[in-house]
C-alpha cells in the first residue's frame, strides 16, 4: 500500500483564493481526520470521520472551511475564501478496527501559504 | 479537559547515548490509549510507540521504551542507543477512549550529536 496520499505537497496562493486539499486514505481504514499544524497552536483536529460520514467537526475554524469525504478512497479539505492566517501544514490520516488501538498512518502534508 | 504538556522544548543527546523524553497528561478517564508520534524534516508523522492504560507493562519497541505511570500521569519515552536519524520531533499524544479523537502535545525537538 503507498500509504495515505496528499496533494499537493506545496500550495501558495492569495488572499481571497479558494484552496482544495486532497486525501487518498489507506484501503479498507474506516476512519479519516484532518488536522492543521502551526507554530503557535501545534496539531488541531479539524475533522473527522467514520465511513465516510462525518463524526465530528468541532475543530473546524469557521465556515469559510469545509471537508468532505463522496467515498471511502478520497476526501477534500476547501478553505474559501482563503486568509493568511490559515497558513500551515495540514494532514490527513486514516486508521481502521474501532476499539483496537493501531494509531493513525499520516501522510505527509500539504504546506498552505497564503499570501 | 483532557491535556497534553511536554515541558522540554528541546533535548540533546550523543550518538549512541540514551535519551528520555518527558509527556504528562491530564485526564479522568480511566480507559485510554497513549502514543508517541516522530516527526523528522520529511514533515510526515511516523508512529513510535503505543501503550494502553490497562495494561502495567510498559510498551517496547527495539529501541524505544516507555515509562507508563498511571497514577501520576506520565508517559515518557526513553530513546537507547541514539541514531543521528532519530533526530526529529517527538509528539506526545493522547488517544480518547472509544474514539480515534487525539491530543498532541507540543513537541520535543531531538537532536542527535555526532
Known amino acids: 500500500d503507498a500509504g495515505v496520499i496528499q496533494s499537493p505537497r506545496h500550495e501558495v496562493t492569495e488572499m481571497g483564493q479558494e484552496v482544495t486539499l486532497r486525501c487518498k486514505p489507506i484501503?479498507?481504514?474506516?476512519?479519516l481526520f484532518w488536522y492543521r499544524q502551526t507554530m503557535m497552536r501545534g496539531l488541531e483536529l479539524l475533522i473527522y470521520?467514520?465511513?465516510?460520514?462525518?463524526?465530528?467537526d468541532s475543530g473546524m475554524p469557521e465556515d469559510r472551511f469545509s471537508a468532505k469525504m463522496p467515498n471511502a478512497s478520497f476526501s477534500t479539505l476547501k478553505i474559501q475564501p482563503s486568509e493568511p492566517r490559515d497558513s500551515a501544514v495540514y494532514f490527513c490520516?486514516?486508521?481502521?478496527?474501532?476499539?483496537?488501538?493501531?494509531?493513525?498512518?499520516f501522510g505527509s502534508g500539504t504546506r498552505l501559504t497564503v499570501v | 479537559a483532557q491535556t497534553v504538556t511536554q515541558s522540554q522544548p528541546e533535548m540533546s543527546v550523543q550518538e549512541a547515548e540514551t535519551v528520555t523524553l518527558s509527556c504528562t497528561y491530564d485526564?479522568?478517564?480511566?480507559?485510554?490509549?497513549l502514543f508517541w508520534y516522530k516527526q523528522p524534516p520529511s514533515r510526515q508523522m511516523i508512529l513510535v510507540i503505543r501503550?494502553?492504560?490497562?495494561?502495567?507493562q510498559n510498551a517496547t519497541e527495539n529501541r524505544f521504551s516507555v515509562n507508563f505511570q498511571k497514577a501520576a500521569k506520565s508517559f515518557s519515552l526513553k530513546i537507547s542507543d541514539s541514531q543521528l536519524g532519530d533526530a526529529a520531533m517527538y509528539f506526545c499524544?493522547?488517544?480518547?477512549?472509544?474514539?480515534?479523537?487525539?491530543?498532541f502535545g507540543t513537541g520535543t525537538r531531538l537532536k542527535v550529536l555526532a
Open positions: 490520516a486514516s486508521s481502521s478496527r474501532p476499539g483496537q488501538n493501531y494509531g493513525y498512518t
Open positions: 484501503s479498507g481504514h474506516d476512519y
Open positions: 470521520f467514520n465511513n465516510n460520514v462525518p463524526i465530528d
Open positions: 485526564t479522568s478517564e480511566s480507559d485510554y490509549y
Open positions: 501503550q494502553e492504560a490497562y495494561k502495567q
Open positions: 499524544a493522547y488517544q480518547f477512549s472509544g474514539t480515534y479523537k487525539y491530543i
